[in-house]
């Protein structure tokens, strides 16, 4: 079965303060890359956010990297070509789909392209909104 792990998950499998930290990183855990995948722009997603959190919870660069390359050991990476990003921004637009939002719809999009069975978030409602055809897939850890 493929996964796919929004960027959501993975911030919470490495925030021990988040009420889903232990679902997060068991099911991280768990992972392989030949099974589960992520977006590419999570990498940076995940970085951003780890190294921005206030004081005490931040991680200096050096420690952030660190942590993106364990999530790159668990998982493949899965990039849009600027043909589907496009796509996915018109669709998107097309919907009225703008803000934030976004971003969910290009990491579906991910998710579609990878063939994922199962889409691991913490924005499920958010998910289930933007693919409806998706949403039995669409799951929290």
Do not use: W
């Amino acid at each position: 079965m493929k996964h796919f792990l929004d960027t959501s998950v993975l911030i919470a499998a490495f925030l021990e303060s988040n009420a889903k930290h232990r679902e997060c990183k068991a099911l991280l855990g768990k992972m392989r890359p030949e099974v589960a995948a992520c977006s590419s722009h999570t990498l940076a997603e995940l970085y951003s956010v780890i190294t921005r959190l206030p004081h005490p919870l931040r991680l200096r660069p050096e420690e952030g990297i660190l942590v993106t390359g364990e999530v790159c050991e668990r998982l493949s990476t899965v990039a849009l070509s600027e043909k589907e990003y496009l796509h996915t921004l018109k669709t998107a637009a097309e919907a009225g789909v703008g803000g934030g939002r976004v971003y969910d719809a290009l990491l579906l999009a991910c998710a579609r392209k990878c063939g994922a069975e199962k889409i691991h978030t913490l924005n499920l409602r958010h998910f289930q909104a933007l693919a409806p055809d998706l949403a039995e897939r669409i799951v929290m850890p």
